[in-house]
Nanobody, 120 residues
Framework: QVQLVESGGGLVQAGGSLRLSCAASRNIFSLNVMGWYRQAPGKQRELVASITSGGTTHYADSVKGRFTISRDNAKNTVYLQMNSLKPEDTAVYYC??????????????WGQGTQVTVSS
């Protein structure tokens, strides 16, 4: 059974930090590229960071240098450390397996996501 459970969102002031977590069922996680995505109101969902099973990472230009994706293969969990947050980072954040290292290609049904709100 496919399962993705995101957590860790919240309300933070600009310049602050949050750490998101995503617990994935083993059949999703084990050999896949995992990605963090976000969808802001009125905008399309976008891929912001991805990580291969071996730990190679890729970031969207808008978050490069501020966000860090990591994974714990033993726990089937992927993390997103978000620093120097900006109001434009406000969105619902989701994780998923991604069929490509850099391009948007989610593979499974979405979880509930976690809301991140950055106040100015």
């Amino acid at each position: 059974q496919v399962q993705l459970v995101e957590s860790g969102g919240g309300l933070v002031q600009a310049g602050g930090s949050l750490r998101l977590s995503c617990a994935a069922s083993r059949n999703i996680f084990s050999l896949n590229v995992m990605g963090w995505y976000r969808q802001a109101p009125g905008k399309q969902r976008e891929l912001v960071a991805s990580i291969t099973s071996g730990g190679t990472t890729h970031y969207a230009d808008s978050v490069k240098g501020r966000f860090t994706i990591s994974r714990d293969n033993a726990k089937n969990t992927v993390y997103l450390q978000m620093n120097s947050l900006k109001p434009e980072d406000t969105a619902v954040y989701y994780c998923n397996a991604n069929g490509d290292y850099t391009a948007y290609h989610p593979l499974y049904s979405w979880g509930q996501g976690t809301q991140v709100t950055v106040s100015s």
